[in-house]
């Protein structure tokens, strides 16, 4: 069974950086696809940021140059400097385990940015 498991996620003032982490387990080969969708009250689910197995990576344009995604074998991470208000929303882990399959889900992690 696939578990993806984050952590990372708070409380923190416009200006500050967050590292998000999402482990997934149950698979036994690296993942095609794994990335970070976030969401936030009221609005609909945006992309953030994605990386292939060969490290290619894609961002989200309200976040492009301020976020970093990374992976190490099934573990992705999300680097969140230069953060806003506008960010605040429920970070959503994700992967693909083949080309064109549904992705499995995070439970999803609260990033809230606040004087």
Excluded: H
């Amino acid at each position: 069974q696939v578990q993806l498991v984050e952590s990372g996620g708070g409380l923190v003032q416009p200006g500050e950086s967050l590292r998000l982490s999402c482990a997934v387990s149950g698979i036994g080969y690296s993942l095609p696809e794994m990335g970070w969708y976030r969401q936030a009250p009221g609005k609909q689910r945006d992309m953030v940021a994605q990386i292939t197995g060969g490290a290619r990576t894609n961002y989200g344009n309200s976040v492009n140059g301020r976020f970093t995604i990374s992976r190490d074998k099934n573990t992705v991470y999300l680097q969140m400097n230069k953060l806003e208000p506008e960010d605040t929303a429920v970070y959503y882990c994700y992967c693909r385990r083949g080309p064109f399959m549904t992705p499995d889900w995070g439970q999803g992690t609260q990033v809230t940015v606040s004087l």
